[in-house]
């Protein structure tokens, strides 16, 4: 198969393109690296089996010969990301989603749209399934990110309704492990790094906000079971074990021994950086249970592990 990433110099669109490679796959990359790294796909340089392209696909989305799928994982995607990119983060949910569905149509190829549980807001139904429309203030500060994933999921919708495009939609809820940008500013890099430099680790308010932690390569075995699967609608991929920032915390301090000596402390952070910050969020898995026969595998401890390694080296 030959499959193209947007957004394949991320976090997890690199993982994404190592497995795919991995299982004899050609792929294409195209990133504009607005918070995505080359270091992240620096190893699959010179691979035959590999190209970059390096493009904004709110400005165009074109590539020479067949597609057998694009996977859609352009846009900033941490709220510090999207909070410092506001019109690009809804400029690439909108017209760069256009883009890349008007080339797979073109193609005849497959399209997945990688999608948030942020669509759900900060949520009044816990857990969340897939069935909830959601809470989103679409005036705040976090709209930038929400509203262009909602707008992307409705178009990827109008897509297959319209033109009978293959399209599927996964609703990545947190997920954490190795090339997690340093300073993205997300509770997973932050805690981690603040762990590895025997910082005190922030946590924000009274630390009671809860979340679900996913481990990288859990998510993308998620992705490409959605994918290779006949679901076009919504499907929640994310791991339901669900905690409290504080507990997150301690869990990281916890991964750290022997080493780590960070005291936990309670901050109070810019007004803005939590505006609209969802309180509870644990994601109802029982559809990709059934549908998809997944659900995540690594524990907390072994990919906090995993994640503490990389991070140790890229700071040392
Ligand atoms: N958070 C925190 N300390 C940090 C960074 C984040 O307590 O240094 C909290 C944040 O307020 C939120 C949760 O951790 O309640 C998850 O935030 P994150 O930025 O990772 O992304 P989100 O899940 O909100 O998209």
Sequence with gaps: ?????TGGAGFIGSHLCDRLISEGNDVVVMDNFITGSPVNIAHLEGNPHFLFIKADISESCQ???PLDAVMNLASPASPVGYLENPIATMRVGAQGTYNALELARQKGARFLMASTSEVYGDPLEHPQRETYWGNVNCIGIRSVYDEAKRYAEGLTMAFNRTYGVQTRIIRIFNTYGPRMALNDGRVVPNFVAQAVRNEPITVYGDGTATRAFCYVSDLVDGMLRLLWSDEVLPVNI??????TVLEFAQAVRAAGQPECKSEIAFVQPRAERIADDPQRRRPDITRARSILGWEPKVSLE???????????????
């Design 302 to 316: 072994e990919g906090l592990k995993l994640t503490i390694e990389y991070f140790r080296k890229a700071i040392a």
């Design 238 to 243: 994310g791991n339901p074990i669900e905690m």
């Design 1 to 5: 198969m030959r499959i193209l990433v």
């Design 63 to 65: 590539v020479d010969g």
